[in-house]
């Protein structure tokens, strides 16, 4: 029988744990590699920016055993695995988000015809999602440092709003919103210290969770950005010589050496 959860491992999905084709799906390697170590007591949740829907279709096609403990989406939702294949809302945790969140949008939400044009006047947007839930925005990446510098300029005034981003995409959140933050509260509720976690990403948008703020069981795989490869470093975690999933293969890897 497998051991009491004694270790979690919170994991970004994009450029650090998925593949792509022929469909969005985590990495076969990595999936072997977490079933393999199940039994010593360890379990994994998935820290993503992308919505639960599609965080709940890949963990749909897992095998039940195999399945992540729990969703953290958009930096600021917490989904529990019931144990039947279903993600359950931990409730008053996510009110409490969405009541922030729509405090935020209903004072800068108007702002958001005239943002998305200036954004359209200066750069190529190769893709961008305005609705109720985001206002987000993605360029080239030569061109992301500059969008993300007019962005911060659209906030100046709204200290309850921040820029956030992933290696694509910069985006607009509740200040208070973090993957930080959001682990921090899952590994509360299911009642895993925090110097049990081990997380692993590499976007900007990881980097409160890998600056040591959680856990000092931090890493990110040879791709990340460099202010994340430096955030890991200053907080004396892992920096993988290999990319992607392979790089969160070995981060697991040698941190169970010294947990397990």
Same mark, same amino acid.
């Given at each position: 029988?497998?051991?009491? @959860?004694?270790? *979690?491992?919170?994991?970004?999905?994009?450029?650090?744990? !998925? %593949?792509?084709?022929?469909?969005?799906? $985590?990495?076969?390697?990595?999936?072997?590699?977490?079933? %393999?170590?199940?039994?010593?007591?360890?379990?994994?949740?998935?820290?993503?920016?992308?919505?639960?829907?599609?965080? #709940?279709?890949?963990?749909? $096609?897992?095998? &039940?055993?195999?399945?992540?403990?729990?969703?953290?989406?958009?930096?600021?939702?917490?989904? *529990?695995?019931?144990? @039947?294949?279903?993600?359950?809302?931990?409730? &008053?945790?996510?009110?409490?988000?969405? #009541?922030?969140? $729509?405090?935020?949008?209903?004072?800068?939400?108007?702002?958001?015809?005239?943002?998305?044009?200036?954004?359209?006047?200066?750069?190529?947007? *190769?893709? %961008?999602? !305005?609705?109720?839930?985001?206002?987000?925005?993605?360029?080239?990446?030569?061109?992301?440092?500059?969008?993300?510098?007019?962005?911060?300029?659209?906030?100046?005034?709204?200290?309850?709003?921040?820029?956030?981003?992933?290696?694509?995409?910069?985006?607009?959140?509740?200040?208070?919103?973090?993957?930080?933050? =959001?682990?921090?509260?899952? #590994?509360?509720?299911?009642?895993?210290?925090?110097?049990?976690?081990?997380?692993?990403?590499?976007?900007? @948008?990881?980097?409160?969770? *890998?600056?040591?703020? =959680?856990?000092?069981?931090?890493?990110?795989?040879?791709?990340?950005?460099?202010?994340?490869?430096?955030?890991?470093?200053?907080?004396?975690?892992? =920096? %993988?010589?290999?990319?992607?999933? #392979?790089?969160?293969?070995?981060?697991?890897?040698?941190?169970?050496?010294?947990?397990?």
């Amino acid at each position: 029988m497998p051991q009491p @959860n004694r270790i *979690l491992i919170a994991l970004d999905l994009d450029g650090t744990s !998925v %593949s792509y084709f022929p469909r969005l799906a $985590m990495d076969g390697a990595l999936v072997r590699h977490l079933a %393999s170590v199940r039994d010593s007591g360890v379990a994994w949740v998935m820290n993503s920016d992308r919505y639960t829907d599609t965080m #709940a279709d890949i963990a749909s $096609m897992l095998p &039940a055993e195999q399945k992540p403990l729990a969703l953290l989406s958009c930096q600021r939702f917490i989904h *529990l695995h019931d144990g @039947n294949g279903t993600y359950l809302p931990v409730e &008053a945790w996510n009110a409490g988000q969405t #009541a922030r969140h $729509m405090e935020l949008w209903k004072k800068i939400r108007p702002l958001f015809p005239q943002w998305r044009a200036q954004v359209e006047s200066q750069f190529t947007l *190769l893709e %961008s999602v !305005v609705n109720d839930l985001v206002f987000a925005c993605r360029v080239s990446p030569d061109r992301t440092p500059a969008l993300r510098e007019v962005m911060q300029q659209f906030i100046q005034g709204h200290p309850d709003a921040q820029i956030s981003g992933n290696q694509e995409w910069t985006f607009i959140l509740h200040a208070s919103f973090s993957k930080a933050r =959001v682990l921090k509260k899952c #590994a509360e509720v299911l009642s895993i210290p925090t110097d049990h976690v081990i997380a692993i990403g590499d976007g900007i @948008n990881d980097i409160t969770m *890998l600056n040591g703020s =959680v856990t000092k069981f931090v890493g990110c795989p040879a791709n990340a950005s460099p202010e994340v490869i430096r955030a890991v470093r200053n907080a004396g975690g892992i =920096v %993988s010589d290999a990319h992607e999933a #392979a790089g969160a293969i070995d981060i697991i890897r040698q941190f169970l050496k010294k947990l397990l």
